[in-house]
């Protein structure tokens, strides 16, 4: 609740505040479509169904000592950055399924932890053998 500290930007936060609130909406689509294709094809990949509960957690709520502005603030965030994990998730299990391949090295690309265990760019020997059992 680091905006706490900053008392004189009050005005400034409630002018950008739609600006956040806006984004709820495309990102209530993409929990809607994403859980769509999860829960279809999945089973039909054979693959496990990721557990929604274990990525969107929206407890705070709860807490007696917060305003209701606070309130609404975090379960949006809890919504928010739980469905785009979830998502993330769901998007790396189907790349495990789809396409075992590290990506080339750049420069300050962040690859996914879930890469750990992925074929090296380039590396065509181990492609045919993955891919030839």
Not at 25 to 36: K, N, Q, S
Not at 41 to 52: E, H, M, N
Not at 62 to 91: M, P, Q, R, W
Request: proline share 4%; hydrophobic share 35%.
């Amino acid at each position: 609740m680091e905006y706490k500290k900053y008392k004189k930007r009050r005005i400034r936060h409630w002018i950008i505040a739609p600006f956040l609130w806006i984004n709820l909406f495309p990102i209530l689509l993409l929990d809607f479509f994403t859980e769509l294709y999860h829960r279809i094809t999945f089973p039909i990949y054979g693959l496990p169904i990721v557990k929604r509960s274990d990525y969107i957690k929206i407890d705070r709520h709860k807490l007696k000592y917060l305003s209701l502005f606070d309130k609404l603030s975090c379960g949006y965030c809890g919504y928010a950055n739980g469905v785009l994990h979830y998502v993330t998730e769901i998007a790396a299990v189907t790349e495990k399924y789809w396409c075992e391949i590290k990506h080339a090295q750049y420069e300050g690309f962040k690859e996914p932890k879930h890469h750990n265990k992925f074929i090296n760019y380039g590396d065509k020997k181990s492609y045919n053998e993955v891919c030839n059992k």
